[in-house]
T-cell receptor
């Protein structure tokens, strides 16, 4: 089992729709969770951090965390073509200075 | 805003040569990472570094690779006897305390001829 698993994608949504990206993690002691966006040919860019159960909203982005289910999601409302990218979920192991575990990423395409 | 800087942005090297990729992490960060991304593929973890030693490495990070923090600011990845399959984008990342996110540099595109 991978430490962090994301829905494999690719995911395609029409412009203006809600895009839903999902992630599960295996380490129950993970305390922090991050979503990164990577445009083709660019480096991953942090877009959301979430540490507590529930929802965290930032503009059109909402991160949701359920520690009991070991599940993290990212919702993108009013999707725009500029949201087309690969989204990486990260769930560092609790208290570990080593490998910060990333999912393989989900590629999102928003069609005009 | 502080950022991770990587040099060079593009490195072209003959197969069999050694290459050193350089990174300057964010100044107060404690943990440093190297990742590799072959064109069209996922980001792959190579190595993490903390307190002047490797804390974890992947199966990709074999004897061909080494990392060093030669001074208080630079963090380098050395690849010896480069092979064609080493051609990839290499990303450096750093983070502060536990539970803080990693911040990535813009990457070095390594092309082995």
């Amino acid at each position: 089992q991978k430490e962090v698993e994301q829905n494999s994608g690719p995911l395609s949504v029409p412009e203006g729709a809600i895009a839903s990206l999902n992630c599960t993690y295996s380490d129950r002691v993970s305390q922090s969770f991050f979503w990164y966006r990577q445009y083709s040919g660019k480096s991953p860019e942090l877009i959301m951090s979430i540490y507590s159960n529930g929802d965290k909203e930032d503009g059109r982005f909402t991160a949701q965390l359920n520690k009991a289910s070991q599940y993290v999601s990212l919702l993108i409302r009013d999707s725009q073509p500029s949201d087309s990218a690969t989204y990486l979920c990260a769930a560092p192991r609790g208290g570990n200075a080593g490998k910060s575990t990333f999912g393989d990423g989900t590629t999102l395409t928003v069609k005009p | 805003e502080p950022e991770v800087t990587q040099t060079p942005s593009h490195q072209v090297t003959q197969m069999g040569q050694e290459v050193i990729l350089r990174c300057v992490p964010i100044s107060n960060h404690l943990y440093f990472y190297w990742y590799r991304q072959i064109l069209g593929q996922k980001v792959e973890f190579l190595v993490s570094f903390y307190n002047n030693e490797i804390s974890e490495k992947s199966e990709i990070f074999d004897d061909q690779f080494s990392v060093e923090r030669p001074d208080g600011s630079n963090f380098t990845l050395k690849i010896r006897s480069t092979k064609l399959e080493d051609s990839a984008m290499y990303f450096c990342a750093s983070r502060g305390e536990t539970n803080q996110p990693q911040h990535f540099g813009d990457g070095t595109r390594l092309s082995i001829l």
